[in-house]
């Protein structure tokens, strides 16, 4: 299941790398691209896990940067 999502706040090219790198490692996602200049995000996941997965990934991109705000696309 691919889920978009917008990444309000997002000012920093290298921190789209480095959330778009932890996301990848976290157990049930398949894919993730992170474009900082459009600010979005699309995350194809596991669908049996999916509500686990999403708030690691948001979890893991507040570590990163506190100030970005996910939402739903």
């Known amino acids: ?25 976290i ?3 398949n894919s993730v691209n992170i474009n900082f ?3 979005k995000m699309s995350i194809d996941i ?3 896990k999916s509500d686990e997965i999403l708030e690691s ?6 570590k990163i940067d506190s100030k970005v705000v ?3 696309a």
């Open 70 to 72: 996910v939402k739903s």
């Open 27 to 29: 157990k049930g996602v």
């Open 37 to 39: 200049m459009t600010m």
């Open 1 to 25: 299941m691919t889920k978009k999502f917008r990444l309000k706040g997002l000012d920093c090219a290298n921190c789209a790398a480095k959330m778009e790198n932890k996301i990848s490692k």
């Open 57 to 62: 990934a948001v979890a893991a991109i507040n």
């Open 46 to 48: 596991e669908d049996s």
